[in-house]
Antibody
């Protein structure tokens, strides 16, 4: 069974940093574009960042540009999201997802709470 | 960016009844639209892509239709497991954008 498992979420103070990870099994991440999306409390889905299969092309939502960095280690079959200068409005459940145009498969999410 | 508007925000339906969910785009998305289902505490699940192609294993009571700016998800006979929030997502123009969701609740 295909699995995407996120980790690394938690409670952090405004201005702090977190690194999220998304481990894939049993498929190889290296063939796929990957996304990070988020869902604020009681809100809808918003894409945060995406990366192409070999990591040479990335995109970011304006709200996180310059603060978040997406990366991947295909050898470790893992996707990452480095989040710096966190703000209260970054509080959300963060999902990794596999796909290009649409998201075929999603992880169960990891919760990030930014609060003092 | 393309704005996706879903209606209604909440749909109250009795089990066994038909549910029709609407997704309107601020400009044409052709047939480049996906639908997702999300249950409380769970990740979204892909239901439909290409506006009308069911994902693997999806029951035939789910169907998608429409193109351009008016797209629809129909659930022909609601089962208990279908009560959830449904999102549409366009992938015609980057950045991909989601609707705000329609909650299907038990009447």
């Amino acid at each position: 069974e295909l699995q995407l498992v996120e980790s690394g979420g938690g409670l952090v103070q405004p201005g702090g940093s977190l690194r999220l990870s998304c481990a894939a099994s049993p498929f190889s991440l290296s063939s796929y574009w990957m996304y990070w999306l988020r869902q604020g409390p009681g809100e809808g889905l918003v894409w945060v960042s995406r990366i192409n299969s070999d990591g040479t092309s990335t995109s970011y939502a304006d709200s996180v540009k310059g603060r978040f960095t997406i990366s991947r280690d295909n050898a470790k079959n893992t996707l990452y999201l480095q989040m710096n200068s966190l703000r209260a409005e970054d509080t959300a459940v963060y999902y990794c997802a596999r796909g290009y145009h649409y998201m075929d498969d999603w992880g169960n999410g990891t919760t990030v709470t930014v609060s003092s | 960016e393309i704005v996706m508007t879903q209606s209604p925000a909440t749909l109250s339906v009795s089990p066994g009844e038909r549910a029709t969910l609407s997704c309107r785009a601020s400009q044409s998305v052709s047939s480049n639209l996906a639908w997702y289902q999300q249950k409380p505490g769970q990740a979204p699940r892909l239901l439909i892509y290409g506006a009308s192609t069911r994902a693997t294993g999806l029951p035939t009571r789910f169907s998608g239709s429409g193109s351009g700016t008016e797209l629809t998800l129909t659930i022909s006979s609601l089962q208990s497991e279908d009560f959830a929030v449904y999102y549409c997502q366009q992938y015609n123009n980057w950045p991909w954008t989601f609707g705000q969701g329609t909650k299907v609740e038990i009447k």
